[in-house]
């Protein structure tokens, strides 16, 4: 985002795409906000945080970006709030594939290798963006920082892109081991479901990239978050079924419950879920347990 970028005025048509795309995004953010404390039945755990704090940096985002191109107020301001909402949504979504993994993926020191990936990336991408855009909307110094801005705007923004492809990657392939020893027609159709709605979350990612590259500045600021929430309702879609599925395979020896019998409810099984990330992963054991306890 040059200082063009930021101070150009938009066409009626980009108008009415931003406003769509907006009300779209608050929408959603205030949906999710209302689902995640409604779901969970304990407010602690990575995962919890890092979905609600996820879901209000949406917001947080695009009133930052309202400020920007619809309001007079200094681009200092404007930018600080964007720039707060784009650290949570990024970094955080990334936190939420993440602290899901523990779930089908039992290596601490990979685990591990993955969370200090995330920080990497966090640092070395994020900290020079936001020097680069402070002085990109300096008046006078623009002129030495919108282009380097507008050098880091396209590589941070296909880095992140791909390290949130190898979270859903490692995902799905962990969770297809698991399915894999588990034939069975139901566990087939939740594999299946999971890879759809993963080439969806790839899609938008694409379509967030395709708007930068086009030059669609405004289209691609406001679009990102629509992408991010959708992405978040996804996460719902999915997790909850996978978690029943996980919970289930693993105390089914030991209850003699079958597995293809419905597990618990969403906001019992959240609630054992929760509490098997908060205790760093906990064992088969005990989580297969507190779910038939839920």
Known sequence: MSSDSVSQDLTRQEEYAFTAFSAITLYNSIELIILCLATFKRYQGVYFWSLLITSCSLIVNTLGFILLFFVNVTPYVSVTIVLIGWYCMITGHSIVL?????????QPRTLRAILYLIIFDAIVLQIPTTVLLYGAVTP???DRFATGYNIIERIQLVVFCVQESLLSGIYIWETAKLLYL???????IILIQLLAINVVILGLDVVVVVFQYA??????????PVAYSIKLRLEYAILGRLVVFATGAQGSTSSGRSLTEPGPSWPAMVGVN?????RGGGSSTSTSCRCGNS
């Open 274 to 278: 929760d509490e098997y990330w908060r």
């Open 98 to 106: 993440w602290s899901r993994l523990h779930l089908v993926l039992h």
């Open 215 to 224: 030059g669609l500045f405004s289209l691609q600021v406001v679009f990102k």
């Open 140 to 142: 006078a110094v623009e």
């Open 182 to 188: 588990r034939p069975q027609r139901a566990h087939r």
